[in-house]
Each structure stands twice: as C-alpha cells, then as structure tokens.
C-alpha cells in the first residue's frame, strides 16, 4: 500500500519554462513534506520542506504547495534550467517525526 | 548547507563476506540516523531508524541479524552487511537529521554487488 504516490515516472520540459511535479499521499497523520533531488549514483539532495499548517512556501525558483484536503503537493520550478534534470522524490513524515515515506519518484528532464 | 558522508561509495565482493558501510554527519549532531535501501527503479524504503547510544528500530521484514546496525556516536552510524548474498546487491542510503521535523539529510549512497 503506498502511502505517497507520485503518479508520474517522467516529466520533460523545455528550459526556461515551468516544471510541475505533483505528490499524493494518501495517511491523515502526514504533516511535514519535503522535496529531494536526486542524481545517479547519488544520495537525494533536500530541496524544499512544507508543514502542514502552510499552504505554501517558496524558495527562489522552487515553491512547494499544499492541498491538504485533497492530500495533494506540488513542486513548481521556474524557470526550469537543463541542471535541474534529475529525478526528483517527494517524502512525507508523521507528527511523531520518526519515519520519512517517499513517493516513487518523477525524473525530470529539461530540454536545452 | 548540513552535510552527510557515506564510505564507501561502491563495494565488490565474494558471497559470504561481511562488508561494513560508514555514515558520518560532518558538521552537525545527527540524534537519529537512518538506513534506506534502493532497488533498481524504486523508491528508497526504510530499513532501520538508530538513535545514537539505543538499539536500532528495524521495519518489518528486515533480518536485525542480517543487518547490524551501530550508532556509536552522534557523528557515525554503521551498517554491516554480514555474510552478504548476490540478493543483498542494492544500493544503500543512509541519512541523518537533528532533530525530528528536521529535513533529513542524505549521503551519497553505496552501491553493493555480491558475486
């Protein structure tokens, strides 16, 4: 059963215009979302995080947004540059902070 | 930015061996450590969480005896593969945090082959 699904694999773009990378997660106890950035033989890289008490939070070209009702996240970039291809991992945490869920992940591919 | 060593980055090694990765926080206190493992094209799933100077808190399915896991220090976290089979060829991330609520931080992985 997963709990933080990231429904697409892929994801091209052409540069300099927006990524959108989506998230679902599906457990109520989730509060805190972060987003990871990972390359080939690579550990993630942490990007951007979102409590659940926000529905939004930027940081230069990312901004992350919450739908809680929905159990929706979103992860924008823009303008997107050929250095952001990776694939890109969203992760949920409980109140309790002791376990991170990640979703499948969505490689992104900005075209030159 | 907080920074997370993992060593090594790649091991090679005969069925039956034992093989011991390190995971090191560099420049903060990291209170809790976790090891993940990766399998090809899928996400990173937990395997244990360590608290420094406590027993390891393993997920369900992972063999505790299999994967030893030490957290000695409030910088250094092992994982030692014992007794490693080809089915035990992953690649292996181990990240650390400060405090819960924190952002978990990543080393760089270490990719395992048995042959």
């Known amino acids: 059963d997963q709990q933080v699904k990231q429904n697409s694999p892929s994801l091209s773009v052409q540069e300099g215009r927006i990524s959108i990378l989506n998230c679902d997660y599906t457990?109520?106890?989730?509060?805190?979302f972060l987003w990871y950035k990972k390359y080939p033989a690579e550990g993630p890289t942490f990007l951007i995080s979102i409590s659940s008490i926000k529905d939004k939070n930027e940081d230069g070209r990312f901004t992350v947004f919450l739908n809680k009702s929905a159990k929706h996240l979103s992860l924008h970039i823009v303008p997107s540059q050929p250095g952001d291809s990776a694939v890109y991992f969203c992760?949920?945490?409980?109140?309790?902070?002791?376990?991170?869920?990640f979703g499948g992940g969505t490689r992104l591919m900005v075209k030159p | 930015g907080a920074v997370v060593s993992q060593h090594p980055s790649r091991v090679i090694c005969k069925s039956g061996t034992s093989v011991k990765i390190e995971c090191r926080s560099l420049?903060?206190?990291?209170?809790?450590m976790f090891w993940y493992r990766q399998f090809p094209k899928q996400s990173l799933m937990l395997m244990a969480t360590s608290n420094e100077g406590s027993k390891a808190t393993y997920e369900q399915g992972v063999e505790k005896d299999k994967f030893l896991i030490n957290h000695a220090s409030l910088t250094l976290s092992t994982l030692t593969v014992t007794s490693a089979h080809p089915e035990d060829s992953s690649f292996y991330i181990c990240?650390?945090?400060?405090?819960?609520?924190?952002?978990?931080?990543f080393g760089d992985g270490t990719r395992l082959s048995i042959l």
């Open positions: 990240s650390a945090r400060t405090y819960s609520n924190q952002p978990q931080h």
């Open positions: 457990n109520s106890m989730f509060d805190y």
């Open positions: 992760a949920a945490m409980n109140n309790a902070g002791n376990m991170l869920t």
């Open positions: 420049d903060f206190q990291a209170t809790t």
